[in-house]
């Protein structure tokens, strides 16, 4: 088995060095080698910079990661960043490490994606919708958790607004098609008038995945699709997430990348399974 590690102050820098050699290497990255690490990537190789977010970047005359490190809070807020979120990565760019974990159970999952190009697509947003769930199901599964309480966002653009719905479910579920089902009814409550440009999905009322009460009259098929989720699962963990897809999604691009290194974000929950 091949891994990549990497080593820094922060959870956020040390995903940054893994991400530096992807096949099997262990890198590292503080003040000594920081702006050489730095002037090798773009700002859309940095976790947590989409293409919106690098355009607007852009717009301040931030163009690379350097000029990113080297920005000062007001001119971060010149490309729309707020006063707190401006501090927050001047911090996480130098390698502090930003926050801290309130409790060591994590209380929600969730995967966003914002859009090149803005859609009212129902075929794209399903389509997108189906990716997000299947990776918010993983990360649970990951950590043998389950979750009650599903819900959908979206960030509309050009226009300016959002929309934001969720819904507690009659059981947990973890699997990326139950979260699906839940979302896809979630999401036609939306304006289909309006294009979107970001959309996410969350899981919350978290359990341990044997806390569920069962269900007497429900389906007898759904230990079959525990095992085939698992199934799948073990196949992408050896041979890569597109290793097996949904036949929906064959053929298209796989547009949401996934900018948690190994899936993992360093929180206590998704180190024990590995313990």
């Not at 389950?146 to 300016?160: H, L, N």
């Not at 036609?188 to 359990?207: E, H």
Request: charged share 25%.
């Amino acid at each position: 088995m091949t891994a990549s590690v990497g080593i820094s102050t922060s959870i956020w820098m040390a995903k940054q060095a893994s991400n530096l050699d992807k096949r099997d290497g262990l890198r590292r990255v503080d003040h000594t080698n920081l702006v050489s690490v730095f002037e090798r990537l773009r700002l859309t190789d940095l976790s947590g910079i989409a293409e919106a977010t690098a355009s607007r970047l852009a717009r301040a005359g931030i163009l690379s990661p350097v000029q990113f490190l080297r920005a000062t809070p007001p001119r971060l807020r010149l490309a729309g960043m707020h006063s707190e979120v401006a501090r927050g990565w001047s911090m996480r760019l130098r390698g502090f490490e930003v926050g801290g974990f309130e409790t060591a159970r994590r209380k929600s999952y969730s995967h966003s994606h914002v859009l090149a190009r803005a859609t009212a697509s129902q075929r794209d947003l399903e389509e997108l919708l189906m990716r997000l769930s299947d990776m918010v199901g993983r990360r649970l599964r990951a950590v043998g958790r389950q979750g009650s309480v599903v819900s959908v966002g979206v960030v509309y653009r050009p226009d300016a607004g959002h929309f934001s719905k969720q819904a507690k479910q009659p059981r947990p579920v973890s699997t990326g098609d139950e979260i699906y089902q839940a979302a896809l009814t979630l999401l036609a409550a939306r304006d289909p008038r309006r294009t979107v440009g970001t959309l996410g999905v969350g899981l919350s009322g978290l359990v341990d995945g044997s806390a569920g009460q069962l269900d007497l009259f429900g389906e007898p098929v759904l230990p079959r699709k525990q095992r085939l989720e698992a199934a799948v699962d073990a196949l992408r963990d050896r041979f890569g997430e597109d290793a097996v897809q949904r036949s929906r999604l064959l053929g298209r691009a796989p547009v949401v990348r996934d900018r948690i290194a190994f899936g993992n974000t360093g929180h206590p929950d998704e180190s024990r399974r590995n313990e």
